[in-house]
């Protein structure tokens, strides 16, 4: 009996004049360290959010903020979108290369944040004629770590390839005859040039979007929705 009173005052107690506002909901935001995270903390700024850590010097995956109502977590760049598909994390920042090989399920893209920019490209060693291969419709191998990507690229070209799936240092491969070609991000190209290849076409453009777990944009919008409107500002 004394149980049961002391329940009912503490559930009287919450919804009481006093508390007629709702405890926040806690708002999980994924990134990936590196140049996502450094170019999103102005961001973040602008949103209020400050990280209380450095994920490149704390070994802390779990970052708290300055805000009670928010925390980061450190993950792989092309483990974002996973995190936040399945409700792990509420928001996230991700390549547009990353969401087109994960394929976006469950996820809403409301924003290019206009970050982290460069182009997916082919490229090839120096001195390889790639437009007389396409010309004679050669079958070229292709290494890449963008397989979708690659494989709706050259598909639309009405090329086939055999794609070579590597998970790093693409720009090898040509070098020691696994590939003709590869598909890869380019910034400022010193990375070609440094292992003498080219590039020779560009599939797109990439830069960092922010994605939104479906279900939190309902459930959690009250939270959600001035952190996509601070981020809008931001970039505008
Ligand atoms: O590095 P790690 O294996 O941990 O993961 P990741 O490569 O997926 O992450 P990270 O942090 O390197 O990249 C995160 C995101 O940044 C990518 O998903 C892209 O959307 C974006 N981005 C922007 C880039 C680049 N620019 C970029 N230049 N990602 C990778 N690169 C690499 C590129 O693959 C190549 O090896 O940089 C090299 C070329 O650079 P330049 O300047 O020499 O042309
Ligand atoms: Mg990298």
């Known amino acids: 009996m004394l149980r049961k009173r002391a329940k009912f005052s503490l559930f009287a107690l919450q919804f009481s004049a006093f508390r007629i506002v709702p405890p926040a909901a806690l708002i999980t935001i994924a990134l990936s360290k590196g140049?996502?995270?450094?170019?999103?903390?102005?961001?973040?700024?602008?949103?209020?959010?400050?990280?209380?850590?450095?994920?490149?010097?704390?070994?802390?995956?779990?970052?708290?903020?300055?805000?009670?109502?928010?925390?980061?977590?450190?993950?792989?760049?092309?483990?974002?979108?996973?995190?936040?598909?399945?409700?792990?994390?509420?928001?996230?920042?991700?390549?547009?290369?990353?969401?087109?090989?994960?394929?976006?399920?469950?996820?809403?893209?409301?924003?290019?944040?206009?970050?982290?920019?460069?182009?997916?490209?082919?490229?090839?060693?120096?001195?390889?004629?790639?437009?007389?291969?396409?010309?004679?419709?050669?079958?070229?191998?292709?290494?890449?770590?963008?397989?979708?990507?690659?494989?709706e690229h050259f598909a639309g070209k009405g090329m086939h390839v055999d794609l070579i799936r590597l998970y790093g240092s693409m720009e090898l491969a040509p070098l020691v005859g696994l590939a003709e070609a590869i598909v890869d991000l380019v910034s400022t190209g010193h990375t070609l040039k440094a292992n003498g290849l080219c590039a020779v076409e560009e599939i797109a453009p990439v830069s960092a979007r922010l994605i939104i777990n479906q279900a939190a944009l309902k459930l959690k919008r009250d939270a959600v929705q001035p952190l996509l409107d601070a981020f809008g500002r931001a970039i505008a």
């Open 35 to 151: 140049r996502i995270f450094d170019e999103a903390v102005p961001l973040l700024a602008a949103a209020g959010v400050a990280t209380s850590e450095d994920p490149e010097t704390s070994r802390k995956l779990i970052l708290s903020t300055n805000r009670s109502d928010v925390r980061v977590i450190i993950v792989r760049a092309t483990d974002v979108p996973t995190y936040v598909q399945y409700g792990a994390a509420d928001v996230g920042v991700a390549g547009k290369d990353v969401l087109d090989e994960h394929g976006g399920r469950g996820l809403y893209q409301p924003l290019d944040l206009k970050i982290a920019r460069c182009r997916m490209m082919v490229a090839v060693k120096e001195g390889f004629d790639y437009q007389q291969a396409v010309r004679q419709g050669a079958r070229l191998r292709v290494a890449t770590k963008y397989v979708q990507t690659a494989r």
